[in-house]
């Protein structure tokens, strides 16, 4: 069969490299093969390899960071299957760091150096190059694709899911010329990640705006959890600063305040290695109390020569940037980071609509609950690319274990009749609720309007306010008529910027890494997970239909 996967990260490119033993795969990627978020993930792959550690602990360790909210079945299956993703890894030729320290080659069993992360009770990070560990994977899996019989479409942008009689039969794309082009496929694989240009201060590369996702909504696919955003602690607060990896609070990094007060001690007694969502607003917190001035991550505790070693890229990102981090701290901010939520799948990388798959970043399985655990994107990518990959061609189950066993509220938002590809007609009002961005013709940036709502009213800290402020201000906008690949990408950006103010609005606790400010609790009574669908009617305007429960296992298929 021929299989088109969208997206050239660690998930696309695991998914491509097993489904070309068995299927014709075609890859398509916006930039270039090596150009997505995996390589520039630092601190490494989190897997339960070491003779210390266990399946069991790993899983509970994503438990609480997940805030009690992740799918166990999905869990179990990231923390089972991620030893033997990651020895095919090393297989295939990662240069993972080896050690031949006394102390880790007893304790692990192996002679693999391991960090540890936030909310890890085990060292069990695999890292490579020091602090370039996604570099290393990426360059080692586009090698191995080279070698295999696959199609590469670079600088071709996913615009839209061909839809035929309710299953996916293809994709339309904008070529490395700009034109349109339409490519059928028996199955689609969206692999293209997060959408981390919705803020102003991100960690993703400029590639991150969430085209595979929104494509999958407009084509009627189930989406979820999209109000869980993870804002990552620590970028390196400097106009272009980077991400400062995990890793680094790890080996023993801590944040002060102005004053130079260590303050995560008084916020949780995990302190610096506290979850993502708690550190982030820690830091965000400190940075309120003392006027807006950043907070500083202090390494100077760490053996100069080991911290230069172990994080030889950080280094020369931190001196350039005028800094000396073996003898003084480095101002750092949180950014967003990672998205839990997305297009909702089974453990197989199955969704809502037959004949569309999704992976990594862009997919929810529930794994990540509504905090992802630090080093769990990278197994994510594995896992689940090969699982997926394995899937193509086997017979559609009756019936769906979509994000998991619980039943699942499924938010219908109604949209007005649109055209075959599922965006609304530029003729209709402007006014509309998330069923996909308004296409008029308006010289308003876009993109900047959506990051400043997102950033300002949707972002680390919420309040019904800002919240509702933020979604009148996104039905209100019009993005012009998608012609150039910006043009897709701003209408991409607006589909998810909308979605995700009305699902935020929608949660009245905080949870994870959605925090309200006032509803600081979070509320048993609420459901873990809410899917959104879009559906047509034929005319006048959007609205948002009443809530209906589904038990997702009982889809059919």
């Known amino acids: 069969m021929h299989v088109v996967i969208v997206g050239s990260g660690i998930a696309g490119l695991t998914a491509a490299i097993r489904a070309s033993v068995r299927h014709d795969v ?3 990627t916006k930039g270039l093969l090596a150009d997505g978020a995996t390589r520039y993930a630092q601190g490494g792959v989190a897997v339960a390899l070491g003779a210390d550690d266990s399946v069991a602990l790993h899983a509970a360790d994503t438990h609480v960071a997940a805030a009690a909210s992740a799918d166990r079945r999905a869990v179990d299956v990231l923390c089972a299957d991620g030893p033997a993703r990651v020895r095919d890894l090393l297989s295939l030729g990662v240069p993972f760091d080896r050690t031949d320290d006394p102390a880790s080659l007893d304790r692990h069993g192996d002679d693999l150096a391991r960090g540890r992360e936030a909310a890890h009770g085990r060292w069990r990070v695999v890292h490579a190059d020091g602090d370039a560990t996604g570099a290393a994977i990426e360059r080692t899996l586009v090698a191995a694709l080279h070698r295999q019989h696959v199609t590469v479409l670079e600088r071709t942008c996913l615009t839209d899911l061909v839809v035929r009689d309710g299953a996916v039969v293809g994709v339309d794309v904008l070529d490395l010329f700009g034109e349109p082009q339409r490519i059928a496929a ?9 959408a981390g240009h919705l803020y102003r201060e991100t960690t993703n590369p400029l590639v991150a705006t969430g085209d595979g996702t929104a494509a999958a909504w407009r084509a009627g696919a189930l989406v979820a959890d999209l109000e869980f955003v993870q804002f990552h602690p620590t970028r390196l607060a400097v106009p272009g600063g980077g991400l400062v990896s995990e ?23 995990d302190a610096e290695l506290a979850p993502r969502d708690v550190v982030a607003r820690g830091i965000a917190a400190a940075v309120r109390d003392q006027g807006g001035v950043p907070v500083f991550l202090d390494a100077t505790g760490i053996d100069a020569d080991h911290l230069v070693a172990r994080f030889p890229g950080l280094t020369r990102a931190v001196r350039e940037a005028g800094w000396d981090w073996t003898r003084e701290g480095v101002p750092v901010a949180p950014a967003a980071h990672y998205a839990m939520g997305g297009i909702v799948t089974d453990a197989e990388g199955r969704t809502s609509l037959p004949g569309l798959l999704a992976v990594g970043e862009a997919a929810c399985t529930g794994v990540h609950g509504a905090n992802r655990l630090a080093s769990n994107s ?31 509220p499924v938010q219908r938002v109604q949209v007005d009749a649109t055209d075959g590809a599922g965006v609304p007609r530029a003729s209709r009002p402007a006014h509309r609720l998330p069923g996909g961005a308004a296409h008029g013709t308006d010289d308003t940036d876009v993109r900047r309007m959506v990051q400043t709502e997102m950033t ?18 996104l039905e209100a906008l019009v ?19 909308r979605l995700t103010a009305l699902a935020a609005e929608a949660r009245a606790e905080s949870r994870g890494a959605h925090a309200r400010t006032d509803h600081p609790d979070t509320d048993p009574s609420s459901p873990v997970s809410t899917a959104w669908v879009r559906e047509h009617r034929p005319g006048g305007r959007a609205r948002r239909a009443a809530t209906t ?4 296992q009982g889809v059919p298929a």
């Open 26 to 28: 075609t890859v398509v």
């Open 247 to 269: 890793a680094v609070r790890g080996e023993g990094a801590v944040l002060r305040d102005a004053s130079g007060r260590r303050f995560m001690t008084a916020v949780h007694p």
């Open 378 to 408: 990278l197994l994510e990518g594995l896992v689940f690319g090969v699982r997926a990959a394995d899937a193509l061609g086997a017979p559609r189950p009756a019936r769906l274990r979509l994000r998991g066993d619980a039943a699942l």
């Open 186 to 194: 028996e199955a689609v694989v969206v692999a293209s990640g997060g």
């Open 456 to 473: 300002e009213r949707v972002g680390l800290l919420r309040d019904a306010a800002g919240l509702a402020t933020a979604r009148r201000a």
């Open 549 to 552: 429960t589904t038990t997702l």
């Open 479 to 497: 993005a012009p008529a998608p012609r150039t690949v910006r043009d897709h990408e701003d209408r991409a950006l607006l589909d998810l910027a």
